[in-house]
């Protein structure tokens, strides 16, 4: 990136910033609002090929040179993972991107999901490294009924669906075909926590 683009970059993520309470702290609410709407513009100021977007130098500048303040506001200064790239799925502005190249045209998608759901989808790299799977197994999750314990749901989906992967290739699945194994899998997670729950099991 150019010294233009990266000052483009600076002012416009400090703006969005201070529509959520920069530099004062934020709550937990609106941290993530700011996390939703920065991923969009992280990809959009951020025009990056698959290749760019694997540089792990490349996001520890942003983090450590172009957005520090914004990084310590976010995350504050304990937890490494934020500001080195070590690990893509936990930096603080690299998740952004993949978020918004993974839930692109479907934002509202990813608007229904916490951090923790996105953790347990993303981290997971089987599941992770594919943004259809990605993304139909977060759809399956949000689709759920509001009494449903989704935390509980989204771990046993994720541990089911992990175990399909060592034996199906999901790249040779149709949309559709991937859409059906989410929902599959996400029904016998909840029918499975109800009967543990009434002790039929």
């Known amino acids: ?12 993520v400090s703006s969005l910033a201070g529509e959520y309470g920069f530099p004062k702290q934020a709550g937990p609410d609106a941290r993530v609002a700011f996390d939703r709407d920065a991923a969009k513009m992280i990809r959009s100021k951020m025009d990056l090929s698959w290749a760019e977007a694997g540089n ?27 500001w080195i790239a070590t690990d893509l799925t936990r930096h603080t502005w690299a998740r952004l991107w993949w978020q918004a190249v993974v839930f692109a045209g479907h934002e509202h998608i990813l608007d229904a999901l916490s951090e923790s759901d996105l953790n347990q989808l993303l981290e997971r790299r089987s599941i992770g490294g594919d943004s259809r799977l990605v993304r139909e197994a977060a759809r399956s999750i949000t689709e759920l009924a509001a009494d449903a314990p989704r935390r509980a749901v989204i771990r046993d989906v994720t541990l089911r669906l992990r175990r399909f992967l060592a034996f199906l290739d999901v790249r040779a699945l149709s949309d559709q075909q991937i859409r059906d194994l989410c929902s599959a899998l996400t029904n016998e997670t909840v029918t499975h926590l109800r009967a543990e729950r009434t002790g039929i099991i």
Not at 1 to 8: A, D, G, T
Not at 63 to 71: D, E, G, I, Q, R
Request: net charge positive; charged share 35%.
């Open 1 to 12: 990136m150019s010294e233009k683009r990266v000052q483009e970059l600076i002012d416009a």
């Open 56 to 82: 792990r130098d490349l996001w520890s500048f942003l983090s450590l040179v172009a957005l520090p303040h914004l990084t310590m506001w976010r995350f504050g200064k304990d937890n490494k993972e934020r």
